[in-house]
């Protein structure tokens, strides 16, 4: 059977090559919303994180509709920490949009995603966008994409794969680079060039989960492509996996939804082709396979990378712990953490060493960090450790995890790019000028990467443009010094006055200022000295009969500088925690004690 009224396409790219924006007209021209209807800018980013920070986290399902053929869209993440997102819904579709930035052409991400579609033998449609831009050069970038199909031994079919000139700002689409009004040649190409599903109708059940979802009132979701057979509400089925990983057990789908537009409409049975959400199986997870009861088929899955990097989170002990959060406990903890494994398929949770810590692999800071913000808007309270990154060993020698990383920075920046990454042990594989700026590309040890992308940014002016992506593991590189700052810490609890502010930082920068609450063993800023330096943020001046504590406001601060997130991680070094509540993040010595601190580095010596 050939399913011609349905097309499965995913859209794949690099980071900010405007994915969701094209989705976005896509639906808006394919009938999902009226013509009066206010829609927001990049409705498929539904999570608040995906909009402040203008990228996509997680992989999400959509249709669109074209001459009555309904067309099933998966919009995907383009940043290389969620790459896990990736490989796993490309097995739903049958075609993939290669979404590649007229300016800037394929970077590491679009080398990744194409490589996953064209071992699955996709079918591949090009779509050079933001061809509006005044600096676009489609020619060039097209010429870039074939060279990367060559390298990436594509097929002579793929290699011919037609190329769309998109807009998807203005919602325009031609296939020459002059712009027609809307993105009827976009749809057109999908409905002729992307094969329909086909399969069994008659055959007994077979549907791959490639994704999961879950509700608060049905528990987990499973969402799949069916391929073969037919689906009921209410339907007795088996649930087995492909690498025996589970017995197989028998179970009932008690709810049917099927995808129109953002909703998910109830359906009380679904075909061959249809991609699905289905509730009713508690024990459901990514990569199992549904099949009829009487005949138990599992579908290969793909496997999935490994982690690279690893925090250690655990249960916030600081003196302000439980003043702030809604879920402080080792419960809480364990419970939420577990939770998002039924979603994230690219982490790995275990056990630390005692039960108020627990182990968080993952696949980059950008990964882990967006884990750890999401927590936090939800009201948990803890702590999290340095990251580190994860090691193998194979015959006796010890093996890390490696980075391409491709920098497009000024011409004038380049050497001391050069110099930075060549002090974290790196390898320079290329040059390439680009009119004023240069494209210098890179092999680094992952561990090399931690803390330095604020740096390059204050090298390069804040002008240049850093791209990362896994590439294996290599013999260690030896040892790289980390950070080249000491931390200051605060000398007693109390509340940072004017006074004590003022003298501190003539030993170096803040993070705080007057008024904040601390804690003793609270790293309060950074010194460029070797030794961390105890400092009094809470001394006040002594009031007399000559001088009183109204003088303070004559002192002048240095505003202090405020950390982000990633920033705080990036910067913590292995005998600190960052403390994260929903109001604050404030980093904390492991040992808060200054004198059992003094006392442990003593006894080191």
């Known amino acids: 059977m050939i399913r011609n009224d349905l097309r499965n396409i995913a859209i794949i790219a690099h980071v ?52 009555d053929i309904k067309i099933n869209i998966i919009d995907t993440p383009g940043h290389a920490d969620f790459g896990g997102e990736v490989e796993r819904i490309l097995k739903m579709v049958s075609g993939v949009l290669l979404l590649v930035d007229a300016v800037e052409g394929p970077m590491p991400q679009t080398r990744f995603v194409l490589q996953k579609a064209l071992e699955l033998n996709h079918k591949i449609i090009l779509c050079v966008n933001k061809v509006d831009r005044a600096d676009a050069d489609p020619e060039r970038v097209v010429n870039e994409v074939l060279d990367l199909l060559m390298d990436l031994d594509a097929s002579p079919e793929q290699f011919d794969s037609p190329i769309v000139y998109c807009s998807g700002r203005n919602g325009t689409a031609s296939m020459t680079v002059d712009q027609k009004e809307d993105l009827t040649d976009l749809f057109e190409t999908i409905i002729n060039y992307i094969d329909p599903p086909e399969g069994d109708e008659n055959g007994s059940l077979q549907l791959l989960v490639s994704s999961i979802d879950y509700n608060d009132y049905v528990g987990r979701i499973g969402i799949g492509r069916i391929e ?7 339907q007795d089925v088996t649930v087995c996996d492909y690498h025996e990983a ?26 061959v082709g249809d991609i699905v959400c289905f509730a009713g199986i508690s024990e459901i997870t990514i990569g199992n396979t549904v099949c009829q009861a009487n005949n138990v088929e599992p579908l290969p899955f ?40 039924l979603k994230d398929v690219s982490l790995h949770v275990e056990d630390g060493e ?39 060993k194979e015959n006796g020698k010890l093996l890390e995890p490696m980075e391409q990383l491709i920098a497009d920075v000024p011409t004038e920046s380049v050497g001391v790019v050069m110099e930075k990454i060549g002090s974290r042990k790196g390898e320079l594989i290329g040059m390439t000028p680009m009119n004023s700026r240069t494209r210098v590309e890179f092999k680094v040890p992952a561990r090399g990467l931690i803390g330095y992308k604020n740096e390059f940014l204050t090298d390069t002016k804040g002008e240049g443009i850093l791209n990362t992506l896994f590439i294996g593991y290599e013999e260690y590189k030896g040892d790289i010094t980390r950070r080249a700052t000491a931390s200051l810490v605060a000398y007693e609890s109390g509340e940072a006055c004017t006074y004590g502010l003022f003298n501190a930082q003539d030993r170096g920068p803040l993070f705080i200022g ?17 030794d961390d330096i105890v400092v009094n943020v809470c001394k006040r001046k002594h009031v007399s009969n000559m001088r009183s504590s ?53 006894g080191k010596k």
């Open 550 to 602: 109204a003088s303070d406001e004559a002192l002048r601060l240095t505003p202090p500088r405020r950390l982000s997130l990633e920033e705080m991680l990036e910067f913590i070094s292995e005998d600190e925690l960052l403390e994260v509540t929903p109001k604050n993040l404030r980093i904390r010595k492991r040992t808060l004690s200054n004198m059992y601190r003094a006392k442990e580095k003593f």
């Open 302 to 341: 793909v496997k999935i990378g490994d982690p690279t990097l690893e925090m250690h989170f655990m249960v916030n002990d600081s003196p302000f712990a439980g003043k702030e959060g809604k879920y402080v406990t080792t419960r809480h903890l364990r419970d939420r953490l577990y939770r998002e494994l």
């Open 16 to 67: 900010d090559h405007g994915k969701t924006t094209l989705v976005n007209e896509m639906l808006k021209q394919g009938g999902i919303f009226r013509d009066n209807q206010a829609v927001v800018d990049r409705v498929m980013d539904s999570n608040d994180l995906e909009r402040e920070r203008g990228i996509t986290i997680l992989a999400k399902n959509t249709a669109a509709y074209y001459k």
């Open 246 to 271: 589970t017995t197989p057990y028998k179970a009932r789908i008690v709810s049917l939804m099927q995808i129109s537009g953002l909703r998910r409409v109830p359906v009380q049975t679904a075909k």
């Open 228 to 234: 073969r057979g037919v689906i009921n509400v209410n």
């Open 354 to 392: 005692n039960t108020d810590t627990f182990i968080v692999k993952g696949r980059g800071e950008m990964h882990l960090s967006v884990l750890i913000e999401t927590m936090r808007r939800e009201g948990y309270e803890f702590s999290v450790s340095m990251p580190k990154v994860l090691y193998k």
């Open 514 to 530: 007057p008024n904040t609450p601390v804690y003793e063993g609270m790293v309060v800023g950074y010194t460029m000295h070797q």
